[in-house]
């Protein structure tokens, strides 16, 4: 007799695991080694710092600043191993406790960020030079390393996936009394030791909530991006210099 299929909850609750146990793994590559922890950490900075140049008229508009530090940082950033710790240990209750719709939307995140940080790391390590950062990094360093570590096409398959996300969350902040619900949450999180989750999810709440077109805000993150890698992985080097 065949083997049942699994239902669409356990599906996600399957991807879930696996996502946010991976990206705990890719923590581990540069938290426990003291040279790559401070190599990695540096270049997500540089990353960003480089980055966000782009967005610069952005910037200006009401709400969106604060949400693309959120899409940059919070979703993407150096300092999120302590809510992944937190995702994985809270991961049994997650699975259970979560309506399937909630649950597929966290899956998802789960593994956006695992591609990000293992993207991330790959470029950091072909940056590398005798175990070393180069200082400065230059762009063309940079987009060599990113030529070396992916293609055009995973990386805007991975944009598409920030921004799919994206428009997931705007389902969340429309739900009635989410904004309280989360407030409520936040003394029981904290004495669980759930603290790093809970201040994402406020965080991530009260960001999106202040954008006044969450869909003409993701949208320009998605052209943006997908001009930014597509540059990086086309434009001649000889250019850069």
């Known amino acids: 007799m065949p083997a049942k299929p699994p239902s669409p909850r356990q599906q996600a609750a399957t991807l879930f695991r696996e996502q946010i146990r991976r990206s705990n793994e890719l923590h581990i590559e540069y938290l426990d080694d003291p040279k790559m922890r401070s190599n990695y950490e540096r270049f997500a900075n540089w990353q960003l710092e480089h980055l966000l140049p782009f967005f610069a008229d ?103 996936l920030i921004t799919g996300l994206g428009r997931t969350l705007k389902k969340l902040v429309r739900i009635p009394m989410i904004g309280l619900t989360l407030r409520t949450m936040r003394g029981a999180a904290h004495a669980a030791g759930f603290g790093a989750l809970q201040d994402f999810l406020e965080r991530g709440y009260s960001t999106f909530k202040q954008i006044p077109d969450i869909d003409l805000f993701l949208s320009e993150i998605e052209t943006r991006m997908v001009e930014v890698f597509t540059q990086i992985h086309t434009a001649p080097l000889e250019d850069l210099d």
């Open 58 to 160: 952005l910037y200006e508009q009401p709400g969106y600043a604060e949400a693309i530090d959120f899409t940059m940082d919070d979703l993407a950033g150096v300092g999120i191993s302590g809510r992944d710790r937190d995702l994985e240990r809270a991961a049994p209750a997650i699975t259970r406790m979560l309506p399937l719709g909630a649950l597929k939307t966290i899956a998802s995140a789960a593994e956006m960020n695992a591609r990000v940080l293992q993207s991330n790391i790959a470029i950091c390590r072909a940056l590398l030079v005798d175990n070393e950062l180069p200082d400065p990094i230059t762009e063309v360093a940079y987009c060599v390393a990113c030529r070396e570590a992916s293609s055009l096409e995973e990386l805007v398959e991975l944009v598409h």
